[in-house]
């Protein structure tokens, strides 16, 4: 069974401050990794993509991937109220189908 | 126009009765996706398609059917509702591979009382 891991919160942050949101995976042989913001009642929006170790930097957001620790992560640098929202992690391996952690909900308080 | 459109948005059936949702997308990809969101378990994948010819089951597909009319078109049936079905419902798109993401559709709401 392949699983995608994420605390589910509240990560409560002040505005302006850094979010971190943190994602685990079980398949080693995971290729692809999206993180997906969503609004209460809304549907998933993709923000960020990243395919190979390292940092990939997107404005206010950074995705970081670490496959030998099995690990990926958001930062959302100079958060905003806006920001405030679920973030879900997903993760594809060689079955072409995403495999969707339950999501963080992130907190962005004035 | 949104590049994947779900009717309805909004819908409350009785339970026993059939109810279909549709889902239509103008991205121009073959890969559709039916998932359902419950507050604390995500999304689960309930049907995929590839192609017009062929279509999978998720990992909850009991109580549910699919049919793909078209490229551009994926619908889901629920045969004889029932109130655990009450749950947000997305249709999604992808092109091939997903490795670019899902496109997802707005969601329908569905109340089963």
């Known amino acids: 069974q392949k699983e995608v891991e994420q605390n589910s919160g509240p990560l409560s942050v002040p505005e302006g401050a850094i979010a971190s949101l943190n994602c685990t995976y079980s398949?080693?042989?995971?290729?692809?990794f999206f993180w997906y913001r969503q609004y209460s009642g809304k549907s998933p929006e993709l923000i960020m993509s990243?395919?190979?170790?390292g940092d990939k930097e997107d404005g206010r957001f950074t995705a970081q991937l670490n496959k030998a620790s099995q690990y990926v992560s958001l930062l959302i640098r100079d958060s905003q109220p806006s920001d405030s929202a679920t973030y879900l992690c997903?993760?594809?391996?060689?079955?072409?189908?995403?495999?969707f952690g339950r999501g963080t909900s992130l907190i962005v308080h004035p | 126009d949104a590049d994947v459109t779900q009717t309805p948005r909004n819908r409350i059936t009785k339970t026993g009765k059939r109810i279909m949702l549709e889902c239509s997308q103008t991205?121009?990809?073959?890969?559709m996706y039916w998932y359902r969101q419950d507050p604390g378990l995500g999304l689960r994948l309930i049907y995929y398609?590839?192609?017009?010819?062929?279509?999978n089951k998720g990992e909850i597909s009991d109580g549910y059917s699919v049919s793909r009319q078209a490229q551009a078109k994926f619908s889901l049936s629920l045969e004889s509702a029932i109130p655990n079905q009450t749950a947000l419902y997305f249709c999604?798109?992808?092109?091939?591979?997903?490795?670019?993401?899902?496109?997802f559709g707005s969601g329908t709401r569905l109340t089963v009382v």
């Open positions: 999604a798109t992808s092109g091939d591979r997903g490795d670019y993401g899902y496109t």
């Open positions: 398949d080693r042989g995971s290729q692809s």
């Open positions: 990243i395919y190979s170790n």
């Open positions: 997903a993760v594809r391996g060689g079955s072409y189908i995403p495999t």
């Open positions: 991205k121009g990809h073959d890969r």
């Open positions: 398609s590839f192609d017009v010819k062929d279509i």
